[in-house]
């Protein structure tokens, strides 16, 4: 699509939506996120990620293949309610990046916790083999 075309896009949106009507929230359960929101809201959501799939063309990715786009959520009385505060756009296709790589980056909680399991393996070998002799 072109960006010609997204931008009829945004204008329609910005025409016949109302910020002040506009309802957007984002909650989260043990299980899953989810977004809730009026139609105006979601129109106006939808707005953010058409401008920043605009970006994509626009931008040059000097600094790499990656680069973050600054969405507007003013309109959002809560700014705690939007799930993003901002977004990673690249230039790449699916088949060019590796998903894999990028999750396996370990938090500091992952890396503690796998040490601790370790530590217990070893403390638990110990002991058994102290309780043989």
């Known amino acids: 699509m072109s960006n010609e075309r997204i931008e009829e896009f945004l204008k329609e949106i910005e025409l016949f939506t109302n910020k002040k009507k506009a309802y957007l929230s984002y909650s989260s359960n043990e299980d899953f996120g989810y977004a809730q929101g009026n139609k105006d809201g979601l129109l106006l959501y939808a707005a953010e990620l ?4 605009k970006e994509i063309d626009i931008r040059k990715f000097d600094e790499g293949d990656r680069e973050m786009f600054n969405p507007n959520f003013d309109w959002i009385e809560d700014q705690n309610d939007t799930p993003f505060a901002y977004i990673q756009i690249t230039n790449k296709e699916r088949s060019e990046i590796n998903t894999l790589e990028e999750l396996e980056i370990d938090s500091w909680k992952d890396k ?4 601790g399991c370790v530590a217990i393996l070893i403390f638990a070998m110990f002991l058994a083999v102290v309780g043989w002799f």
């Open 112 to 115: 503690v916790f796998r040490f």
């Open 50 to 53: 058409l401008k920043a799939a």
